[in-house]
């Protein structure tokens, strides 16, 4: 994945570390600056890592002027968003996970310059969402970011929220991290270099905080897997129409785990190599590997 177009200032384990849902922001509109770079940012955005084409807009409020937002409902989940990143994708194998990782790399981008974020996979608009994306018949809008600064103080629906979600809470390494089979744990002591870029994993957004990444190393591969969680892929796509959630989180988690690497200077690529390891259950589904070099 070519992650040239993109200059972080902070280093990314900083900027993931920062990162959270943010809900409760200052209404004042993002500065053109800042609104520029991120414009730029999203335009240059066009392919995912697993070579899905897709495209993605900055819609945020000028001076004065909030008509650009109108239509952009969020149920008041998100208060005084000035603006939102919305992208459109079309089929594809990878589609999710392709669009989820170019997301999140604006939503780490968008950190990095000061502003909040939130992933909003079901508290929006779609219809309004979709007319500003002048979306195809042929595309999904699979989820959007509000965008904006963080408001001083978070209200107390900030704080019930995150306790609703849990957010705070991440699974123990134990339960997400393994070596050779998913019967072994592979731990903080063993995973050598790749201790921080498998705890930026762990630090990532997931809807409705699952976690649903589960990654096993395998020599010099790394196989990602998603554990889906009973009943809620199927409810949300069939009953609410939403995207596949889990595997937008799959997306985010091959982001921050590459990013990292990257950065550490340990290269390697995504490929296509289904081990045949036991899964630990059937909601247990193999996604994508991680080849080092
Ligand atoms: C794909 C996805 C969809 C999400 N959808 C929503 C949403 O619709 N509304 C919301 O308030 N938060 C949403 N979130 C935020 C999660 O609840 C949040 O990432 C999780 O609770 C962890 O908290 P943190 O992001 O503050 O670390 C979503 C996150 C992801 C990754």
């Given at each position: 994945?070519?992650?040239?177009?993109?200059?972080?200032?902070?280093?990314?384990?900083?900027?993931?570390?920062?990162?959270?849902?943010?809900?409760?922001?200052?209404?004042?509109?993002?500065?053109?600056?800042?609104?520029?770079?991120?414009?730029?940012?999203?335009?240059?955005?066009?392919?995912?890592?697993?070579?899905?084409?897709?495209?993605?807009?900055?819609?945020?409020?000028?001076?004065g002027?909030?008509?650009?937002?109108?239509?952009l409902?969020?149920?008041?989940?998100?208060?005084?968003?000035?603006?939102?990143?919305?992208?459109?994708?079309?089929?594809?194998?990878?589609?999710?996970?392709?669009?989820?990782?170019?997301?999140?790399?604006?939503?780490?981008?968008?950190?990095?310059?000061?502003?909040?974020?939130?992933?909003?996979?079901?508290?929006?608009?779609?219809?309004?969402?979709?007319?500003?994306?002048?979306?195809?018949?042929t595309?999904?809008?699979?989820?959007?970011?509000?965008?904006?600064?963080?408001?001083?103080k978070?209200?107390?629906?900030?704080?019930?929220?995150?306790?609703?979600?849990?957010?705070?809470?991440?699974?123990?390494?134990?339960?997400?991290?393994?070596?050779?089979?998913?019967?072994?744990?592979?731990?903080?002591?063993?995973?050598?270099?790749?201790?921080?870029?498998?705890?930026?994993?762990?630090?990532?957004?997931?809807?409705?905080?699952?976690?649903?990444?589960?990654?096993?190393?395998?020599?010099?591969?790394?196989?990602?897997?998603?554990?889906?969680?009973?009943?809620?892929?199927?409810?949300?796509?069939?009953?609410?129409?939403?995207?596949?959630?889990?595997?937008?989180d799959?997306?985010?988690?091959?982001?921050?785990?590459?990013?990292?690497?990257?950065?550490?200077?340990?290269?390697?690529?995504?490929?296509?190599a289904?081990?045949?390891?036991?899964?630990?259950?059937?909601?247990?589904?193999?996604?994508?590997?991680?080849?080092g070099?």
């Amino acid at each position: 994945m070519s992650d040239s177009t993109i200059t972080y200032n902070q280093a990314i384990t900083g900027i993931i570390g920062r990162r959270f849902s943010c809900r409760h922001y200052d209404p004042r509109p993002i500065e053109p600056g800042l609104r520029d770079q991120l414009s730029e940012m999203l335009s240059a955005s066009s392919t995912g890592p697993l070579g899905t084409r897709m495209r993605f807009e900055l819609v945020s409020a000028g001076d004065g002027d909030l008509t650009a937002l109108k239509g952009l409902g969020t149920y008041g989940f998100i208060k005084g968003a000035s603006g939102f990143i919305i992208g459109a994708v079309g089929q594809g194998e990878y589609n999710m996970e392709d669009y989820a990782c170019l997301l999140e790399r604006a939503v780490l981008f968008a950190t990095d310059i000061g502003l909040g974020t939130c992933w909003l996979g079901g508290t929006f608009r779609k219809s309004g969402f979709s007319r500003k994306i002048s979306l195809k018949e042929t595309e999904i809008l699979p989820a959007a970011v509000a965008v904006g600064y963080v408001a001083d103080k978070p209200r107390w629906f900030d704080s019930y929220m995150r306790r609703r979600a849990g957010s705070d809470n991440r699974l123990p390494w134990a339960e997400l991290f393994f070596d050779g089979t998913f019967r072994t744990p592979l731990s903080t002591d063993t995973a050598g270099p790749f201790v921080t870029p498998l705890e930026m994993i762990r630090l990532g957004p997931s809807a409705s905080n699952k976690q649903p990444w589960r990654v096993i190393r395998d020599g010099t591969q790394w196989h990602f897997y998603v554990q889906r969680t009973s009943g809620y892929g199927r409810r949300n796509t069939t009953l609410f129409h939403l995207a596949d959630m889990q595997r937008i989180d799959m997306g985010i988690a091959m982001c921050h785990f590459e990013l990292t690497l990257r950065e550490m200077g340990l290269s390697g690529q995504w490929i296509h190599a289904q081990p045949g390891i036991e899964k630990p259950d059937e909601l247990t589904e193999y996604i994508v590997t991680w080849q080092g070099k």
